[in-house]
């Protein structure tokens, strides 16, 4: 089978979720022998096609940059819509691609739905965490009416399944998976020695939907029972800069790291005592989150949305309220009681390779692949 997968950002320029989720896929699906075409926006100083294996092909659309700064997302959500048609088309046709798997709405789902009209190829779409969560639900806006010509919609959470079918899509084009993670990379740490200082780490975007303000101002009053704790931010985002200046602030900033876009995540959680999971809104059981548990590392979570029924309180990780304090009560409870830290450790590793595994998940979207093809042509 040869499949194509729509993506905006991808790596090494984006490696964050959805990137992530596309290279862990395409990994699996390569491994079992399929060839996988990764459809994304074109970067400077990236080649415009790469080949990492022999039967897996990153395909960048042209690049043309503009000097305004505010214009750009505009510009290249734009550009790659009308790359994506025309060059993406031809690359389709070319190679023979028998199944286009868009990733997101706009950054990917729009892309492939679009191609998959003009190529006359079967489409799914992923809508990976919030993707439908600023759209109304009494309407589908109009740009987003391309959707309806694909054949099947696989939604993270439970809200954009309902907010679809709201919008008149039948039962059968929309589907409900969650994430997964590749538990062979992200293992817990084979000897591990003791150490002075206790770790707690955010992983993700720094940005406020992700919600790293609260466990910054969560860390007086974590410091005040657990002076010896260290508290580390690993990504980019639009509230990196605030949150370093309000850390200077507040005079923790001798306890506070930000790393930074980092490729060994895998080891820094191996080195954590506590993940945090923090997201203010309905979200779902992220990438983070789930690689966390992966490596055994005691999560804590606020209790919102999808998290809930993945991080099952006392027994897969901690529930919070999206307050500072409760989150620093949480997160003491850990550092504080070996036995609860080793049972969680023990328990997330288990869910994950029973559910949420990347062999797991693998296997379905293959099942969900064939079956697709098989549709169309019935």
């Not at 605030?242 to 959680?269: C, P, Q, W």
């Not at 979570?301 to 309220?321: F, I, N, P, S, Y």
């Not at 070996?338 to 998940?361: D, G, P």
Request: some cysteine; overall charge positive.
């Amino acid at each position: 089978m040869k499949i194509a997968f729509f993506v905006h950002g991808y790596l090494p320029w984006d490696a964050y979720g959805v990137p992530r989720y596309v290279e862990s896929l395409g990994s699996y699906l390569t491994h079992r022998g399929y060839q996988v075409y990764i459809i994304a926006v074109g970067r400077p100083n990236l080649p415009k096609i790469e080949k990492p294996k022999s039967n897996l092909t990153v395909y960048r659309t042209s690049y043309i940059d503009i000097p305004s700064k505010r214009l750009r997302p505009f510009w290249s959500f734009t550009f790659y819509t009308v790359g994506s048609l025309l060059e993406a088309s031809r690359l389709v046709n070319k190679e023979g691609i028998q199944i286009l798997h868009g990733h997101t709405v706009q950054w990917g789902g729009l892309q492939s739905a679009l191609v998959s009209s003009i190529t006359d190829k079967p489409c799914i779409i992923t809508i990976h965490g919030s993707g439908l969560d600023r759209y109304p639900e009494r309407r589908m806006p109009q740009y987003l009416r391309p959707l309806r010509w694909v054949n099947l919609i696989i939604c993270q959470k439970t809200l954009a399944a309902r907010k679809l079918k709201s919008w008149g899509f039948p039962e059968k084009k929309v589907t409900l998976l969650t994430g997964f993670v590749d538990a062979e990379k992200f293992r817990p740490a084979e000897n591990r020695s003791p150490k002075e200082l206790f770790v707690v780490s955010f992983i993700g975007r720094v940005t406020a939907f992700k919600g790293p303000q609260l466990l910054l101002e969560a860390v007086p009053y974590i410091l005040s029972k657990h002076p010896n704790t260290i508290f580390q931010f690993v990504g980019e985002g639009d509230s990196k800069e605030y949150l370093m200046g309000k850390a200077k602030s507040m005079g923790i900033v001798n306890h506070v790291k930000f790393l930074g876009f980092r490729t060994d995540v895998d080891e820094i959680l191996k080195n954590s005592d506590v993940s945090v999971s923090l997201s203010l809104h309905e979200n779902v059981s992220d990438f983070a989150l789930l690689e966390a548990m992966a490596t055994g590392v005691p999560v804590v979570a606020t209790d919102v949305g999808e998290t809930r029924t993945t991080v099952k309180d006392g027994e897969t990780g901690l529930l919070a309220k999206c307050d500072p304090r409760d989150i620093a009560e949480k997160i003491g409870r850990v550092l504080n009681n070996r036995e609860l830290a080793c049972n969680l450790s023990r328990n997330e590793r288990q869910l994950i390779i029973k559910e949420h595994s990347l062999e797991v998940f693998g296997k379905k979207y293959e099942k969900t692949y064939w079956s697709v093809i098989r549709d169309r042509k019935s």
